[in-house]
């Protein structure tokens, strides 16, 4: 009988709470998590006193604003100041199981706790199943990811592989021998495969089921893995520090955010919350044990949406990656980032080049998208196009203005803010 990827839940429960349960239960696991950490990790008390907190101030979700947001940026100097963790490891080295190196340098414990990646929820509602065969293809060395996911890919039932990365044809004859299922690693590679395997005349590749990330997954390259292949690709969002936070589920509607991380999407300057369905970074704080990230600024653009999802999970979504905190601007108290006027310009047929400009008119700032169009458009129909657009993405009104060829240079910025403010 064929698997249903599509249905079910890893714990049903968790996944469907209503908003008060889920805010109770992530109070309940940020109390205990913060006890914790004011107890075992010098590095958060330190924190804490500076920010003139103590140990019973951050019982809720809404009361983490009170701490200074820890910018991803600040983690090597702080862990050189206090090696390896900087202070924030609950557990004496000597009963960790593995420690990692991450780019930065950055170091990361993995706890004698098990998931503490957080990734099971994510795998199981991208269609991994139990008793799933898995080419694990994320790196085994220095970074964490082949292991927390391995770790993971257990919790749900499934057998690992752990081929790491690279060698294409010896995991082409890996996947063939061992009849794997499933497949984890970049999207890209997976397409490699895929494709080698037809070059190289191995046969159809057994995979049914993919969990991608760390690489952008563009919605062509999805379908064809999909369409082409017949295996059904979702994705997840996680970083080295924070584990996974974020997963697609069956809808591709965005990522769910696990229950055991607390994600703000913050003024990137003030690291105060913004509103539902701003742009911001992505701020966390996650239940890990051994490691806990309170307030962690990871340095990435997104927008969240609480609107209820078709899978009956209750959980926001992460609306994708839209960039990095430090390519922002801030337009009438909203940000703006450069792919977002990308969106705006894809939306119309014939624009060649565009340029947003911010100005300042008396108090008030201005943006008018600048644009070169081609040979067979109208400026009467893109104009008023291009302004929908841009307030439908950028949540500002702005004006159009169209110009001859040849006036935005070739690597224009995409932003340019020419506003004084002397
Ligand atoms: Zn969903």
Redesign the pocket.
């Known amino acids: 009988m064929a698997v249903d990827r599509r249905r079910g839940y890893y714990d049903e429960a968790r996944e469907t709470m209503s908003p008060s349960v889920r805010r109770q239960y992530q109070s309940t696991w940020l109390g205990e998590l913060i006890a914790l950490a004011w107890e075992r990790a010098p590095g958060m008390r330190r924190r804490l006193k500076a920010a003139g907190l103590g140990v019973g101030d951050l019982r809720d979700p809404d009361s983490l604003a009170k701490l200074p947001v820890m910018k991803k940026s600040q983690m090597p100097d702080l862990q050189q100041a206090d090696p390896p963790f900087g202070g924030f490891c609950t557990v004496p080295l000597g009963k960790l199981r593995r420690i990692f190196r991450s780019p930065g340098p950055i170091y990361e414990p993995m706890g004698p706790e098990t998931g503490g990646f957080h990734a099971e929820t994510g795998y199981y509602a991208g269609g991994f199943r139990p008793g799933d065969v898995v080419l694990q293809t994320f790196s085994y060395h220095l970074v964490p990811a082949g292991h927390e996911i391995d770790e993971s890919l257990q919790l749900v039932g499934c057998v690992v592989v752990p081929s790491g990365t690279g060698n294409t044809e010896t995991q082409i004859e890996i996947a063939k021998s061992v009849g794997a299922t499933g497949f984890v690693g970049t999207p890209s590679f997976l397409m490699t495969l895929l494709k080698r395997a037809d070059e190289i005349k191995a046969g159809r590749l057994p995979f049914e089921v993919a969990q991608v990330g760390a690489e952008a997954l563009p919605e062509s390259l999805r379908r064809s893995l999909e369409d082409d292949y017949g295996v059904m690709t979702r994705q997840g969002f996680g970083t080295a520090d924070i584990g996974m936070i974020a997963y697609e589920?069956v809808?591709k509607?965005g990522m769910?955010l696990v229950d055991e991380a607390i994600v703000e999407v913050c003024d990137p300057g003030s690291g105060q919350p913004l509103p539902v369905g701003q742009i911001g970074e992505l701020v966390a704080t996650v239940n890990n044990r051994t490691y806990p990230m309170v307030r962690f600024g990871t340095g990435d653009l997104t927008v969240l949406t609480d609107e209820r999802?078709p899978?009956g999970?209750t959980s926001a979504r992460m609306l994708g990656w839209r960039g990095r905190a430090d390519e922002v601007t801030k337009v009438r108290g909203m940000f703006i980032h450069p792919r977002q006027a990308d969106e705006v310009a894809a939306r119309v047929a014939g624009v060649v080049r565009h340029q947003v400009v911010v100005g300042r008119e008396g108090h008030q700032d201005t943006l008018t998208m600048v644009i070169e169009l081609g040979p067979d458009a109208a400026a009467e129909n893109a104009r008023p196009a291009l302004e929908a657009a841009i307030r439908d993405i950028m949540k500002l009104r702005g004006s159009v203005e169209v110009v001859p060829s040849g006036t935005i240079q070739e690597g224009a910025k995409k932003i340019d803010d020419r506003r004084t403010w002397d």
Do not use: G
Request: aromatic letters at 0%; hydrophobic letters at 0%; charged letters at 30%.
């Open positions: 589920c809808e509607t769910h999802c899978c999970r």
